[in-house]
């Protein structure tokens, strides 16, 4: 295409937009309505945030996981068609089976040409009742698992803090804890608009080489901070 060509245009280059969500028995009652409440409302600033990167054509897929883990669609979606269909919770917390879907959808042959590094947002409030290293190893068995923009939200107390470190794959930065409702809702619109503006910016526009890539983690903004004397539920 000449877009493609010295001095044409500079075309979009898709990145996906991935939440893994755990929707586990103990996500039930407020966790969970907090969390359907704050990602459909962090839709319209993440669409606005990718309506004003031409550079990149974000699509979004939901994988969630309990017993066992489940694809929301079978292909990603194109941000603007994206809408939000709340999620409920049940079962036990398959973290492992989960990650290993994701090595398969980010398999070099799944993955479009020309892709940016893949944006992957886990969130969980408990522990994996499964092996989530064998899934882990398994994502980071892939050159798009190695290069994407990891991030870990935990939700409430319980949450295994080290795990999502290993998610995540580097001490630089940590996982992110929410104990209420507004730290949720904060860190939902941070990663889905800040996290999304690192990883679609012109600074990550390299060649589709993955010598050539910026490393992503590097690219990730501070994360925001807790109110101070916000009450801790969870």
Partial sequence: MSDDLPGGAISSRPLRFYWVLDVSGSMAGEKI?????????????????AQGNPHA????????????????????IPLDDFSWSDVSAEGITDMGEALSMMAKELAIDNMPTRSLPPVVVLVTDGQPTDNFQKGLDELMAERWGQKSV?????????????????????????????????????????????????????ASQAPSDFNAEPTPMDMLPPAPVPVDGA???W
């Fill in 57 to 76: 054509s974000v699509e979004v897929k939901v994988l969630e996981f309990s017993s066992g883990a489940r694809w929301l669609s079978a292909s990603p």
């Fill in 33 to 49: 309505g907090q969390l359907n409440f704050a990602i459909r409302e962090a839709l319209p600033a993440m669409r606005d945030v």
């Fill in 231 to 233: 009450p801790g539920v």
């Fill in 150 to 202: 990891r991030v870990g939200i935990a939700i409430g107390a319980d949450a295994d803090l080290d795990v999502l470190q290993k998610f995540i794959g580097t001490t630089e930065f940590k996982p992110l804890r929410a104990v209420n409702a507004p730290d949720l809702t904060m860190y939902i619109r941070w990663v889905s608009t800040q996290v999304l503006t690192s990883a679609s910016s012109p």
